[in-house]
């Protein structure tokens, strides 16, 4: 089992910048994926960008320039800082563990809001 902890969400203002970090807990196993999603009101849940465990790293199209991602397999962390953050970004985060392993499993953490509005 794993738990995935997010924190750092908050109200930010158009142009803002936005932290936010994901601590796991449990039992890992390598190879696997982590990533961040995200799902805003009457919308479907989306990749935001993700990060394997040898460092490969994918963005979505609307994070590329904007978001970085980064994790420390040491701490078990996965952290997004977000820059120049738009009304658009606003949805609540998810960070997501995937087991790469027979049995593939997937894990989610409970949520983070985001909200840019001025």
């Known amino acids: 089992q794993v738990q995935l902890v997010e924190s750092g969400g908050g109200l930010v203002q158009p142009g803002g910048s936005l932290r936010l970090s994901c601590a796991a807990s449990?039992?890992?196993?390598?190879?696997?994926?982590m990533g961040w999603y995200r799902q805003a009101p009457g919308k479907q849940r989306e990749m935001v960008a993700s990060i394997t465990s040898t460092g490969a790293i994918n963005y979505a199209d609307s994070s590329k320039g904007r978001f970085t991602i980064s994790r420390d397999n040491y701490k078990l962390t996965v952290d997004l800082q977000m820059n120049n953050l738009k009304p658009e970004d606003t949805a609540v985060y998810y960070c997501?563990?995937?087991?790469?392993?027979?049995?593939?499993?997937?894990?989610w953490g409970q949520g983070t809001q985001v909200t840019v509005s001025s």
């Open positions: 997501n563990y995937k087991k790469l392993i027979i049995p593939r499993r997937d894990y």
């Open positions: 449990g039992t890992i196993f390598s190879p696997n994926l």
